[in-house]
Nanobody
């Protein structure tokens, strides 16, 4: 079993930045593909960015590309999402998800473990 904890959310003005962290309570994250999803009120949960278990591949949604950067530090069992140029439409609860090995997937059903989420609110 893997416990997942997100942190780093908050309130920021449009154009600002935040860095989200996701720490997994497990022996090692080096065998886990990890991803960020987000869910805005009244909308489905959507893929934001993912990083392969090897760390050699990343994927970003169209809205995240060029503004957000995903990275990982397996020595700390932690994944990060650096978000720059935030806009009000980025307001959502951001979730961390993990699955063991496997390729990066944009589907929520392909991830076995989830955190409780961290709220990101961007004011205009």
């Amino acid at each position: 079993q893997v416990q997942v904890v997100e942190s780093g959310g908050g309130l920021v003005q449009a154009g600002g930045s935040l860095r989200l962290s996701c720490t997994a309570i497990t022996r090692t994250t080096s065998t886990h593909t990890m991803a960020w999803f987000r869910q805005a009120p009244g909308r489905e949960r959507e893929f934001v960015a993912g990083i392969s278990w090897s760390g050699t591949q990343t994927s970003h949604s169209g809205s995240a590309k060029d503004r957000f950067a995903i990275s990982r530090d397996d020595g700390k069992n932690t994944m990060y999402l650096q978000m720059n140029g935030l806009q009000p439409e980025d307001t959502a609860v951001y979730y961390c998800a993990l699955t063991q090995f496997g390729s990066i997937s944009w589907q929520t059903t392909d991830y076995a473990w989830w955190g409780q989420g961290t709220q990101v609110t961007v004011s205009s």
